[in-house]
């Protein structure tokens, strides 16, 4: 474009002042300056955004499952762009196919050289016209210990969006613990899992009208409680024999000492397993790290040796982690790992709750330090009725299969194995430490022994109302033939060899003939079975005072 300058004189003073008045012809705009001036440039005008003329869907509501058609009219647009999603075209005017699955706002963007703009339209979804279902039918197992992935509930049916969760019914276990279910996606999952067994939980589906689906779903965790064998030294009677073969010890004859009779009947029951109507069985237990956090505990009812511990809130609950789902004895079992001059501990709980925290307890107990052989104090008690600790006397998957396999074990297992009775007689023997049974027994002058007291084997009572005192180790008889079924039952046999050599010990009051142990997907309920061939009439109590060094110490003499 031109510039035209008309040149102007005044005189001011002495001094002259030129003026030059630039119009420029194009664009109507002036420059002024103090000398005589003149240019040309030329440029392109800016230019304007795209215009959007429509975009629409057609239907505007589908139902799930079905499609939709967006289309749209623009002017001067280079490019287009439909969100959520990456649809992109080179074209102004076109259309494309969507397929919600739940009520979808898109935005159409119309771009240029000179900006962009945006316009909106809505598809609704609605009921497919199906019922709502859970299509999930089963879910990977896992390992106690380790992260879980690779399980997604999914729904079809009904009005999306969906909503996941785990059933709080009281007939159904929640997901083990540890594990989480996300309530948008159905996913399940853990960064470690705490809990140990099959838990079969029942999970929901609700869509967006409130219609419920639901499906149990088995989630089979395999245990990992290696750790126990190692809880007290190996000289402790909680490892030594029993055996009359190898130890000579000889049967105890106290009038207190034997099973008592009205129980004689009861057959071994396995009160562990993969699970037990839908919930793990059995007492798990689990090993933390010597620097897991120290979180409060507050004990409600009884004794109480600690009142914060490394306990997660991910650690497993016998009967599982939901109060409500389970009233019986809730046994938190927690074996802290030792580093450098800390040694290794273990915290027991008895009636546990954690749910969203913190933890209570109605009693709980403490061995700081179980490279030792101290028991608890004389009377103190402990979350067992006999006062013992109940971690290295409940019989595992880990020992049993050791170097071989859930259908060829070949493991061993080296201590008794804890069990109950009805009622025990309200005393204790080494290495019990405290009592919560019926009965009495009276001494050589006819008086009556005090309750809830020790009595000893090597001095026993001169008489007793009933008989089996709490911390009486049983071993099964060498007359007893072991049952046909242990042939085919590999798991059994190797726990029927640990009742001849290391016996059972009588732990609390329960179930008649109540064998303990710890809930494992790895082990065979029908291969357990085998067990209930055996009764408490097939045991006779073992004389174990020769081996005493100190009432308060577990270790043994020889």
Not at 81 to 110: E, Q
Not at 194 to 207: A, E, L
Not at 227 to 234: C, G, K, R, T
Not at 502 to 528: F, M
Request: charged fraction near 10%; charge should be negative.
């Amino acid at each position: 474009m031109s510039v035209h300058c008309k040149t102007a004189f005044a005189s001011h003073r002495t001094s002259p002042a030129v003026a030059c008045v630039c119009v420029l012809a194009l664009m109507s705009s002036c420059c002024i300056t103090l000398e005589s001036c003149s240019s040309s440039s030329s440029r392109s005008g800016n230019g304007s955004a795209p215009t959007i003329t429509s975009f629409t869907a057609n239907p505007a509501s589908i139902s799930s499952g079905t499609s939709s058609t967006l289309s749209w009219s623009t002017t001067g647009a280079t490019s287009i762009s439909i969100a959520p999603g990456s649809f992109t075209s080179a074209l102004g005017s076109g259309s494309t196919s969507a397929s919600p699955t739940a009520t979808t706002t898109y935005t159409l963007t119309a771009t240029n050289s000179a900006g962009s703009t945006t316009a909106t339209t809505t598809v609704t979804v609605t009921g497919s016209g199906s019922s709502l279902t859970i299509t999930t039918t089963s879910c990977p197992n896992g390992t106690q210990g380790t992260a879980y992935t690779g399980c997604t509930i999914v729904a079809s049916g009904g009005t999306p969006p969906y909503a996941y969760s785990v059933s709080t019914n009281t007939s159904f276990p929640p997901l083990p613990e540890g594990m989480s279910i996300d309530s948008a996606t159905g996913v399940v999952s853990s960064s470690l899992i705490g809990g140990q067994g099959t838990y079969t939980p029942q999970f929901v589906v609700k869509d967006s009208t409130s219609a419920q689906a639901t499906q149990n779903i088995s989630i089979a965790i395999t245990g990992s409680n290696a750790f126990l064998a190692s809880i007290f030294p190996s000289d402790s009677i909680f490892h030594h024999r029993v055996d009359a073969r190898t130890t000579s010890l000889p049967v105890d004859t106290s009038p207190a000492a034997p099973i008592d009779s009205s129980y004689l009947s009861a057959t071994i029951k396995p009160f562990f397993g993969t699970g037990y109507a839908g919930f793990p069985n059995g007492i798990p237990a689990i090993s933390v790290p010597y620097n897991q956090p120290m979180v409060s505990v507050t004990t409600t009812l009884y004794q109480t040796y600690f009142s914060s511990g490394p306990i997660p809130p991910y650690a497993p609950v016998e009967g599982t982690s939901a109060a409500a789902a389970s009233d019986g004895d809730r046994h938190v079992l927690v074996y802290q790992q030792a580093n450098g001059s800390q040694k290794p501990a273990l915290y027991e709980m008895w009636q546990g709750i954690y749910e969203s925290g913190p933890w209570t307890c109605s009693s709980n107990a403490l061995w700081p330090d179980v490279t030792s052989d101290a028991l608890t104090p004389q009377g103190n008690g402990t979350t067992d009725a006999a006062g013992l600790p109940i971690s290295p006397l409940i019989v595992n998957a880990d020992e049993v299969i050791g170097r071989g396999t859930p259908s060829a074990p070949a493991g061993t297992v080296r201590h008794p194995i804890r069990f109950t009775v009805e009622h025990m007689l309200n005393y204790w023997v080494w290495p019990g430490t405290q009592s919560a049974g019926q009965g009495s027994c009276t001494d050589s002058g006819g008086q009556t022994i005090p309750t809830e007291s020790e009595i000893s084997q090597s001095s026993p009572p001169e008489s007793c109302t009933m008989s089996g005192p709490a911390g009486e180790i049983y071993r099964l008889k060498a007359s007893v033939e072991t049952p046909s079924c242990a042939a085919t039952s590999p798991q059994a046999a190797i726990i029927i060899t640990a009742l001849q050599n290391y016996g059972i010990i009588l732990a609390d009051n329960g179930s008649s003939g109540g064998l303990i142990g710890t809930p494992d997907a790895r082990w065979n309920d029908n291969d357990l079975s085998c067990l209930t061939s055996l009764t408490l009439a097939d045991f006779e109590p073992v004389n174990v005072s020769s081996l005493i060094v100190s009432n308060d110490s577990g270790a043994t003499s020889h």
